[in-house]
């Protein structure tokens, strides 16, 4: 394969997509995990409990910055697009927080992981759901 080929291949825009929302999705990990254990260890929450808080707030912050940058081709711009899409990405991320806290619980209370290498693990894995469903219904790119 010549460096055409590869360069074609990484210049694709799903490809293009999916390097952004593993860098959106990237940093917004550093700050759920941060936010994870400020409210585990200096609030004294339970670690599901505040697992599912820090999740909430980086939903929000990757709903902007997905918007602005990662789908910026599709991106919501009326407010109207743009609480609608802020709307069906909680839902997808919603309907994940399930799936990313019962990964956690599992690999904390039978995998023996500490709970924040199990969340970030779970959060890799619903990750994988969150972008497939984000790219098809939130801004509705063809695949």
């Known amino acids: 394969?010549?460096?055409?080929?590869?360069?074609?291949?990484?210049?694709?825009?799903?490809?293009?997509?999916?390097?952004?929302?593993?860098?959106?999705?990237s940093g917004a990990?550093?700050?759920?995990?941060?936010?994870?254990?400020?409210?585990?260890?200096?609030?004294?929450?339970?670690?599901?409990?505040?697992a599912t808080l820090s999740i909430e707030t980086t939903i929000l912050l990757q709903y902007v910055v997905n918007n602005a940058w990662t789908f910026q081709h599709a991106q919501h711009t009326s407010r109207l697009q743009y609480l609608v899409g802020l709307v069906r990405t909680n839902i997808v991320r919603g309907t994940a927080i399930p799936l990313q806290v019962g990964l956690l619980y599992a690999f904390v209370t039978w995998g023996g992981l500490m709970y924040?290498?199990?969340?970030?693990?779970?959060?890799?894995?619903?990750?994988?759901?969150?972008?497939?469903?984000?790219?098809?219904w939130t801004w509705k790119i063809q695949m």
């Open 116 to 136: 924040l290498l199990g969340n970030g693990i779970a959060i890799f894995l619903s990750g994988i759901y969150r972008y497939y469903l984000d790219s098809r």
């Open 1 to 25: 394969m010549g460096y055409s080929s590869v360069q074609d291949f990484v210049d694709k825009p799903t490809i293009v997509r999916l390097y952004r929302f593993v860098l959106v999705g």
């Open 29 to 50: 990990a550093l700050v759920q995990t941060g936010l994870l254990w400020v409210l585990v260890e200096f609030a004294g929450l339970n670690y599901l409990v505040a």
